[in-house]
């Protein structure tokens, strides 16, 4: 099955910095990438999610990138505010049956 | 307005015990799971139902037993509960299978005593 790997476990930047994180995939049939934030108390909520005939994709301050070749996907928060302070996971799926997610990480924003 | 709701919140029990715990989605979706997050917050799938039929499996205790009575609610009965059943259980409903987002209700943190 596919195993996903996310990196780095916890990371702490200052308010206004960028953040990223980064995820590989072993399956190179894997075709859906989204990203989860999880805030304190409260259940996975998807922020962006990406599709493998996409290398890139942009929503305000937040990007994805995909690699395939390389199967790493990463995660791009710029102009960082408290608010974005959370866990968030990766995942990677391929067709209906399997999803896996990362190990997450927790993203602590100073202000 | 809850899009996916379980309950209880907040569930402590004696090890051996018999637990419940409901889930219900009013989105409209065909899909359903359960996963358990550990105090590490690792998130693991447990169960997937698609219209109330079991598609998914994992390697789970046959102490767990999901029931699916119509495809708009996913319930999750543990029996003689141990501590390691101790995690936060989350119930998510998705439009299809894992090809688009899954909706997460906001979790049922289990303490086994």
């Known amino acids: 099955g596919e195993n996903v790997e996310q990196h780095p476990s916890t990371l702490s930047v200052q308010e206004g910095d960028s953040a990223v994180i980064k995820c590989t995939y072993s399956d190179s049939a894997s075709n859906y990438f989204p990203w989860y934030k999880q805030e304190l108390g409260k259940g996975p909520q998807l922020i962006i999610d990406i599709r493998s005939n996409v290398g890139e994709k942009k929503d305000q301050r937040i990007a994805v990138t995909l690699n395939k070749t390389a199967k790493h996907f990463s995660l791009h928060i710029t102009e960082t505010q408290p608010e974005d302070s959370a866990v968030y996971f990766c995942a990677a799926s391929i067709g209906d049956n399997d999803m896996r997610f990362g190990a997450g990480t927790r993203l602590t924003v100073k202000p | 307005d809850t899009a996916v709701s379980q309950t209880p919140k907040y569930l402590v029990t004696q090890m051996g015990n018999d637990k419940s715990i409901k889930c219900e989605q009013n989105l409209g979706h065909d899909t359903m799971y359960w996963y358990k997050q550990d105090s590490k917050k690792f998130l693991k799938i447990m169960f997937s139902y698609n219209n109330k039929e079991l598609i998914i499996n994992e390697t789970v205790p046959n102490r767990f037993s999901p029931k699916s009575p119509d495809k708009a609610h996913l319930n999750l009965h543990i029996n003689s509960l141990e501590l390691g059943d101790s995690a936060v259980y989350f119930c998510?409903?998705?439009?299809?299978?894992?090809?688009?987002?899954?909706?997460f209700g906001e979790g049922s943190r289990l303490t086994v005593l």
């Open positions: 998510a409903s998705s439009q299809g299978s894992y090809t688009g987002e899954l909706f």
